[in-house]
C-alpha cells in the first residue's frame, strides 16, 4: 500500500507527536494572523449537511490550516451545488457522499462538521466520534436530553474532541449587551450584584425569539421531489407524510426536528448565560412555562418559560409579543440591575470591572484543541448542559406544566411522561446506533 | 348553550345517561365542548377542557379520534390532535392520573379501528406515554479488552476507560502511567482525562508531579496543560522551570502559570513580560491580564527597567495600574511608541493638569490624549466635567485639541460652547457637535444641513439618530424626520430616516412613510415602516388610505422573492384583514326608528344588558363573548319582554363556536328548557357537527322546532339575523332567509313535559322536557357557549302584548 500523509498519520502516533516540537505558533491563533503551515500539518474535514449553515464560512471553509475534503446530503441540489462552490472557491475536488456513514467512515477526514437538522446530531457525533473524527456540530446540540448524554459519553469514551457551534460565551457582541460576554462574567463573578440573580431574555434585552419558525397543522401530503431522499431526511425521526414545509429551512417548526425559535436561538442564548452564572456544571431544578397549548407534532409559540436553579437563580425567557413592559434589566441581583447596552445602576462599573483580573483563558481555537487535545470553550460537557435547559423547555411545552429536575440524575423528578421525553423513540436502524 | 348531540337510540341512551357529568352534558356534547376550546389558551382552560374529556374516556377518546380523517386538501384533523395529545398530557400528570387507564384504552381501541396509516400511528404515538415508564436502554457500547491491541486510537481510548473504571487503583494508575508514555497525543490525554474523573487531581497530581522530568516532551505539555486546568499548587516549581524553556512547552507553561497563580510564578510571568519581545512575552500579557491577586507594585518596579515596556504598559492599562501613571507618562514623554495610549487605562482626576497641558501642545497622539483626558474626568457628573475641561480651555488659544472631550460632556454648555466655535470656522467643533451626546445638537446639525448641501452628508445621519434617540414627543419627532426626508440625498439618508419613523406607533407617521412607498431608493423601507406602524399602532385605522399603505407595502414585499419577506406579507394580509374586519357604531335605520326599535348595543357599552359582563366584553365596536356554559354564562335585557322582533348581527371567529338567543327565559336557568326556548347560534358547518340533528343547527328553536341547514359565510364575516316572537310563534331569519317558522305548542302538540311525568317526552322532537316553553314573558339573552362568536348591532322592538 502506498504510504500516503493520511495512513502514516493514522498508524504512527510519532506523526501526531511531531506537532508538539514545532513552535506553537505555527499553528496557534496568534494575534489573528494566518500563518504558513506545512502540508503535513494540515487537518482535513467534511461537511454532513450542505443546505442553509452548512454552506455558510462557519463551516463551508479551506485553508491551509485545514482543508475541505468532502461533502454529504440527501438532497441532490444542495450536494450539486456544494461540489460547484468547492471548484468555484476553493478549486477542489470535493468528494460527495449521499449517505453520511461514508463520510464519518472515510479515513481522510480529520474533523465531521454535523450541519443537519437536529435530529440527527447525535447520531451522527456519536456515530464520529466512534470513527475516531473530532467533531464540529452545528447547534442546538442534540434535541433530546437523552441524546446530549449519549453524545457526551461517546465523545468521552473514544477520547475526541467536540466543538459545539455557538460561540457567544467566548467571541462576539452578545446580542442586546452590545459587549462580549467577558465583562458580564466579571460583574457576576465581582459579586456587586448580590445573589440570587435573575436574567431575563427577552425582546426587551435584546433577544428575538423568531416566532415566525412555528410548524403548520394540517399538513397536505405531497410527492416527495425527485432530488430528495426523504427516507433518509428523516432518519430516526418518525415516518410522516412529505410537505416541504417539513424539511430544509422550516423544519424547525416541527417537535420531531427541533423546536422553533427556542431550539433556534436558545442555546445562542442560553449557553452563554451558563457561563456568566458559573452553572456549566449544573442544571435548573424546575422549569414553568406559561403558553397556549402545543400541537403534538406542529411547534407553536410561548409566551413565558421560567427556569430555576437549586440557589435560586433564574433564567426568564420572554416570547415575542410578551416583554415584560418599561425598562428591562437583563441581570437583576438584589443589589443592582445591568439593561441593554451594558448599563448598570452600579456607578462607573466599567473601571471597577477593569481593574478586576479578566476571565480565565479558554481555548477557542478549534483547531488548536484538536492538535494539543484540551477542550475546546465550549464542548460536549458545557454544550449539553446548555441544551438541556433548551431541551427542558420544549419538555415542558409540550406536557403543558411545570416540570422538576434532578440535576444529579439528569431525569425529571415525579413525571413519567416527561421522563420519556428525555430518551425518545427512534427508526431502525438508527436506533441500535445510539 | 345547548347539547349538541342528543342521540335517542337503545344502546346509546344507556350509554349516554352513564356518561353524563355533573353539568349533565353527554359525552358527546363534552367532545363537542372540548373540541371548540382547542387549542386552549392557557393551562387554566386546559385543565378544564382536559378534565372533561379524560373523565368520560373512553368513549370520548374513541369518538375523537373517529372524527380523524386521511390528510388532505381540506382536512383539519388539528383539534383532534390537539385534544387527543391534550388529554393524554393531562392524564400523565401525577396530580391528575385518575382516567389514565381510559385514556389508554380509548386510543387502543381507537388506533385498533383506525385505518388510515398517519393517523394511526399519531394514536400509537400516545399510547406511549400511558404505558407502564419503560425507558429507550442505552445500547451498550462493545467492549474491548486491551487497550494495547488495536491499531486505532479511539478504541484504544474506550477500553482504556473501560479498564479504569474497573481496574483497582494500583492497576488503573499503571496503566495511566503507561499511557503518559504512548507516543499519541490523543490517546494520552484521553487516559489522563479518564484517570482524573475516577481519581481526583489530589491523587494523580504527585504522580504527575513525580512523572513529569522524565516524560517525553509532549507529555510534558499535556502535564503542564494538566497542572494549569487543575491549579495544582504544588507544580508551581515544574511550570516555574518550563517557563524557562521554548517553544510549545514554555506557552504551557506560562498559560499555566497565569491559572495556578502565586507570587513566583507571577513574578516570573512579569519578568517575562518585560522581557525583550517574543512570543513568550505575547503569552504572558494573557496569562496576567486574568492572573488572580494584585500584580500592581511588580509592574510599577518592573516597568522602570524593563526591556520590553510596551508589553507592561498595556497590562497596566488592562488592568486600571493607577500606580503606573508615573511611569507611562514619562514614558510618553520620552516619546514612546504607543506609551498616550495606554494613559487613559491609568490616568485619573489628580492627572487632569498634566494630561490637558500635554494636550494643548500636542501635535500628535491626540486622539490618545483626548481619551486620557476624559479618563480623568469621566467620573465626575456632567456638569464638573464640563467645568474642569472648560477651565482648559479658557487658558489656551489653541483650543481645537479639546472639542473631542468637550463633546463627551454631553452638556448643554458645551453644545454652545462647540456652535460658537463651528460658527468661527472650526471644523473639530462640528466634529463635537457630530459627537455629541445631547439633542440641543440637533438643531445646529439640521441648520448646517439646510444651509450648506455639500454637509448633508456628515451631518444628516447624526441628526437622524439624535431624534430617533431622544425625541419623546411623536408629533415632534414625525416633523424632524420629514424635515431629514425633504433634504435627504441619498438612498441611505431615505432609508434611515424611514426606519426612524418606523418606531412612531402613529397614523400620520404611517401615512408619510406610506408616500415612499413609490420611491425607488426607499420602498422597502418605507414598506417596513408602514407594517411596522401598523401592527403597533393604538389609533382608530380604519380608512381607504390604511389599506391602501398596507396593499402597497405587500407588494413591495413580495416583489423582493425573499423567504422572510413572505413573512412580512401575511404579516399585512393579517392586518388588512383585521381592518375590513373592524366595526363602526350602529346606528337604527329610518325605518327601524319610526317602527320604534330600541338599540340595546350599538358598539360602545352593554349599559342595555345585565349578566355575565367579564364573558361578554365591548371590543371595537363588537361584542366579544367569551363566555362558559351553563346557568351564568349569559346576559340578559335589563327588562322582560313578552312579543318582540330581535335583531342583531353575528359571526364567528372560530371554528365550530356556539352561543343562543334565549327567549322569554327567567335569569340563571337554561332558557332551551326553563325559558320559552333558544334559537341556536352554531357554526354548524365545522367538521366536528357533520351528524348535527336539524334541530339542532344553527336558527332552530333547539330541540323544539327544526331549521334549514344554512351555508354560513366563511369565518370572520358578519351574518344578519332577526327572531320575531309572537304568541306562540317563532320566526327566525338569516342573512335574509326565512328558515324558522313555526308554533312551539304545535310541534309539540301541546306536550312541552311528558306526559307521565318521567324524562323522557314522546311528543318534543328531542325527547326532553321543555317546562319552559309557555312562558308569557321573560328576558332576551345571550346564551354563553364559549369563545368564538362576535355580535354587534343589536336592537330590539317591544310589541307588548299585541298578537
Not at chain 2, 357529568?21 to 386546559?46: G, H, K, N, Y
Request: proline share 4%; net charge neutral.
Amino acid at each position: 500500500m502506498k504510504e500516503t500523509r493520511r495512513s502514516f498519520l493514522k498508524k504512527s502516533a510519532a506523526g501526531l507527536a511531531l506537532f508538539t516540537i514545532l513552535p506553537r505558533n505555527v499553528f496557534g491563533a496568534m494575534n489573528g494572523e494566518k500563518k504558513y503551515t506545512a502540508p503535513s500539518d494540515q487537518l482535513t474535514h467534511g461537511i454532513i449537511g450542505v443546505g442553509g449553515i452548512g454552506m455558510s464560512n462557519l463551516h463551508f471553509f479551506s485553508n491551509d490550516r485545514c482543508r475541505l475534503v468532502s461533502v454529504c446530503d440527501v438532497d441532490k441540489d444542495h450536494l450539486d451545488n456544494a461540489i460547484a462552490g468547492g471548484k468555484e472557491k476553493f478549486g477542489e475536488t470535493l468528494k460527495s457522499y449521499h449517505d453520511w456513514r461514508e463520510l464519518v467512515h472515510d479515513p481522510n477526514v480529520d474533523i465531521v462538521d454535523v450541519a443537519t437538522p437536529s435530529h440527527w446530531h447525535a447520531l451522527m457525533s456519536i456515530e464520529a466520534a466512534r470513527a475516531g473524527k473530532d467533531i464540529f456540530c452545528e447547534k442546538p446540540m442534540t434535541r433530546t436530553i437523552g441524546e446530549g448524554q449519549k453524545v457526551v459519553d461517546a465523545v468521552n469514551r473514544y477520547g475526541r474532541m467536540f466543538r459545539l457551534d455557538t460561540w457567544f460565551r467566548f467571541k462576539d457582541t452578545f446580542y442586546g449587551l452590545g459587549t462580549t460576554v467577558e465583562p458580564l462574567k466579571k460583574l457576576v463573578d465581582s459579586g456587586l450584584l448580590g445573589w440570587p440573580l435573575t436574567v431575563r431574555i427577552s425582546g426587551a434585552t435584546g433577544f428575538a425569539w423568531k416566532f415566525y419558525w412555528t410548524g403548520k397543522e394540517n399538513l397536505v401530503p405531497q410527492p416527495v421531489p425527485e432530488v430528495l431522499d426523504y427516507d433518509m431526511w428523516l432518519g430516526p425521526a418518525p415516518y410522516k407524510p412529505y410537505n416541504p414545509h417539513r424539511v430544509h429551512q422550516t423544519f424547525r417548526g416541527y417537535w420531531d426536528y427541533e423546536s422553533g425559535g427556542l431550539g433556534d436561538m436558545g442555546q445562542h442564548y442560553i449557553d452563554p448565560v451558563q457561563y456568566i452564572l458559573g452553572k456549566d456544571d449544573t442544571f435548573p431544578v424546575k422549569v414553568e412555562v406559561d403558553a397556549p397549548q402545543q400541537h403534538p407534532d406542529a411547534v407553536g409559540i410561548w409566551r413565558k418559560i421560567t427556569y430555576t436553579y437549586e440557589d435560586g437563580c433564574k433564567i426568564i425567557l420572554e416570547g415575542e409579543g410578551f416583554e415584560s413592559e418599561g425598562k428591562v434589566p437583563y441581570i437583576e441581583g438584589p443589589n443592582g440591575k445591568l439593561y441593554k447596552g451594558f448599563e448598570c445602576t452600579i456607578p462607573n462599573i466599567m473601571d471597577k470591572l477593569n481593574a478586576m483580573p479578566d476571565p480565565e483563558p479558554r481555548v477557542t481555537d478549534f483547531l488548536e484543541s484538536v492538535r494539543t487535545r484540551q477542550k475546546f470553550a465550549l464542548n460536549e460537557v458545557n454544550g449539553h448542559h446548555s441544551c438541556t435547559i433548551v431541551n427542558m423547555g420544549s419538555c415542558a411545552l409540550r406536557l403543558g406544566r411545570t416540570l422538576n429536575f434532578d440535576p444529579k440524575t439528569q431525569r425529571f423528578i415525579n413525571d413519567d411522561a416527561a421522563n420519556l421525553l428525555i430518551n425518545q423513540p427512534m427508526r431502525e436502524p438508527w436506533a441500535s446506533m445510539m | 348553550m345547548k347539547k349538541i348531540f342528543t342521540i335517542i337510540a337503545s344502546l346509546a341512551l344507556v350509554f349516554s345517561v352513564y356518561a353524563q357529568d355533573a353539568r349533565q352534558r353527554t359525552t358527546e356534547t363534552i367532545v363537542a365542548d372540548v373540541l371548540a376550546a382547542m387549542p386552549a389558551q392557557d393551562a387554566s382552560q386546559f385543565n378544564e377542557q382536559m378534565k372533561d374529556l379524560a373523565a368520560a374516556a373512553p368513549e370520548s377518546i374513541i369518538k375523537v379520534a373517529k372524527m380523524m380523517k386521511p390528510a388532505g386538501e381540506g382536512v383539519r384533523n388539528s383539534i383532534y390532535e390537539y385534544a387527543l395529545s391534550g388529554v393524554v398530557s393531562y392524564v400523565t400528570d401525577p396530580a391528575h392520573k385518575d382516567n389514565a387507564t381510559n385514556v389508554l384504552m380509548g386510543l387502543q381501541q381507537a388506533a385498533e379501528a383506525c385505518s388510515d396509516a398517519t393517523n394511526k400511528a399519531f394514536l400509537e404515538s400516545l399510547e406511549r406515554y400511558l404505558k407502564p415508564a419503560e425507558d429507550n436502554p442505552l445500547i451498550p457500547f462493545q467492549l474491548v479488552k486491551d487497550p494495547k491491541k488495536t491499531d486505532s486510537v479511539q478504541d484504544r481510548c474506550a477500553a482504556a476507560r473501560i479498564c479504569i473504571e474497573t481496574y483497582p487503583e494500583a492497576k488503573g494508575m499503571k496503566l495511566l502511567r503507561e499511557a503518559l508514555k504512548d507516543e499519541n497525543i490523543q490517546y494520552r490525554n484521553a487516559v489522563l482525562g479518564y484517570a482524573t474523573a475516577k481519581y481526583g487531581t489530589e491523587t494523580l497530581a504527585p504522580m504527575l508531579i513525580k512523572t513529569y522530568p522524565k516524560a517525553s516532551s509532549g507529555t510534558q505539555i499535556d502535564l503542564l496543560n494538566w497542572f494549569g486546568n487543575n491549579k495544582i499548587a504544588s507544580a508551581a516549581d515544574i511550570v516555574y522551570g518550563a517557563m524557562a524553556e521554548d517553544g510549545d512547552i514554555a506557552a504551557a507553561a506560562i498559560c499555566a502559570a497565569g491559572k495556578i497563580g502565586g507570587e513566583k510564578l507571577g513574578k516570573e510571568l512579569i519578568n517575562i513580560l518585560g522581557s525583550a519581545g517574543s512570543a513568550k512575552s505575547a503569552e504572558a500579557l494573557t496569562a496576567l491580564k486574568s492572573f488572580k491577586g494584585d500584580i500592581q507594585d511588580e509592574v510599577v518596579n518592573a516597568l522602570g527597567s524593563a526591556a520590553n515596556k510596551e508589553g507592561l504598559m498595556n497590562l497596566a492599562a488592562a488592568r486600571r495600574m493607577s500606580k503606573a501613571y508615573p511611569a507611562i507618562f514619562k514614558e510618553y514623554q520620552k516619546g514612546e511608541a504607543n506609551a498616550a495610549k495606554y494613559l487613559a487605562g491609568v490616568a485619573g482626576t489628580q492627572n487632569i493638569q498634566e494630561i490637558g497641558n500635554a494636550l494643548a501642545t500636542a501635535k500628535s497622539s491626540v486622539p490618545e490624549l483626548q481619551n486620557a483626558l476624559y479618563s480623568c474626568i469621566h467620573t465626575f457628573a456632567p456638569q464638573e466635567q464640563y467645568s474642569r475641561v472648560k477651565s482648559l480651555i479658557d487658558k489656551v488659544s489653541a483650543k481645537d485639541n479639546f472639542y473631542a472631550v468637550l463633546a463627551r460632556t454631553g452638556t448643554d454648555l458645551a453644545v454652545e460652547d462647540l456652535n460658537k466655535a463651528y460658527s468661527n470656522g472650526s471644523q473639530a467643533a462640528l466634529n463635537g457637535l457630530l459627537e455629541i451626546n445631547n439633542f440641543k445638537a440637533a438643531p445646529i446639525l439640521m441648520n448646517i444641513a439646510k444651509s450648506d448641501a455639500s454637509k448633508i452628508g456628515t451631518v444628516l445621519p447624526r441628526y437622524i439618530d439624535q431624534v430617533n434617540a431622544y425625541e419623546q414627543n411623536l408629533d415632534k419627532k414625525r416633523f424632524d424626520l420629514k424635515d431629514a426626508l425633504e433634504i435627504a440625498n441619498t438612498k441611505a439618508l431615505k432609508i434611515k430616516a424611514l426606519n426612524a419613523l418606523a418606531g412612531i406607533p402613529t397614523m400620520k407617521a404611517f401615512l408619510l412613510a406610506g408616500q415612499y412607498l413609490d420611491d425607488k431608493d426607499a420602498s422597502y423601507a418605507a414598506a417596513n415602516a408602514v407594517k411596522n406602524i401598523a401592527n403597533k399602532t393604538t389609533e382608530e385605522i380604519n380608512n381607504a388610505d390604511y389599506t391602501a399603505n398596507l396593499e402597497k407595502a405587500a407588494k413591495v414585499f413580495s416583489s423582493t422573492g425573499n423567504a422572510d419577506d413572505g413573512y412580512a406579507v401575511k404579516e399585512i394580509e393579517t392586518l388588512l384583514s383585521k381592518a375590513r374586519q373592524s366595526s363602526p357604531v350602529s346606528q337604527l335605520t329610518e325605518e327601524e326608528k319610526k317602527q320604534g326599535f330600541e338599540m340595546l348595543f350599538d358598539g360602545t357599552n352593554l349599559d342595555k344588558f345585565q349578566g355575565d359582563k367579564e364573558g361578554y366584553t365591548p371590543v371595537n365596536g363588537v361584542i366579544q363573548v367569551s363566555a362558559g356554559y351553563g346557568s351564568t354564562g349569559n346576559l340578559y335585557t335589563l327588562k322582560e319582554y313578552r312579543n318582540f322582533v330581535y335583531r342583531f348581527e353575528f359571526r364567528f371567529t372560530k371554528e365550530g363556536a356556539n352561543n343562543g338567543v334565549g327567549v322569554r327565559t327567567p335569569q340563571g336557568v337554561d332558557a332551551a328548557y326553563h325559558g320559552m326556548c333558544e334559537v341556536q347560534i352554531l357554526d354548524h358547518d365545522a367538521p366536528m357537527y357533520a351528524d348535527l340533528h336539524e334541530y339542532q343547527v344553527h336558527g332552530s328553536v333547539y330541540g323544539v322546532i327544526p331549521a334549514k341547514r344554512i351555508k354560513h359565510k366563511p369565518l370572520g364575516e358578519w351574518e344578519t339575523e332577526e327572531i320575531r316572537v309572537e304568541g306562540n310563534h317563532v320566526k327566525v331569519t338569516v342573512n335574509g332567509e326565512v328558515i324558522v317558522d313555526g308554533d312551539v305548542r304545535k310541534a309539540c302538540k301541546g306536550h312541552n313535559v311528558a306526559p307521565d311525568g318521567g324524562k323522557v317526552n314522546p311528543y318534543t322532537v328531542d325527547h326532553k322536557n321543555h317546562p319552559g316553553m309557555f312562558n308569557k314573558k321573560g328576558y332576551v339573552s345571550f346564551c354563553g357557549h364559549g369563545e368564538g362568536v362576535e355580535l354587534r348591532n343589536v336592537r330590539i322592538l317591544d310589541l307588548g302584548d299585541k298578537k
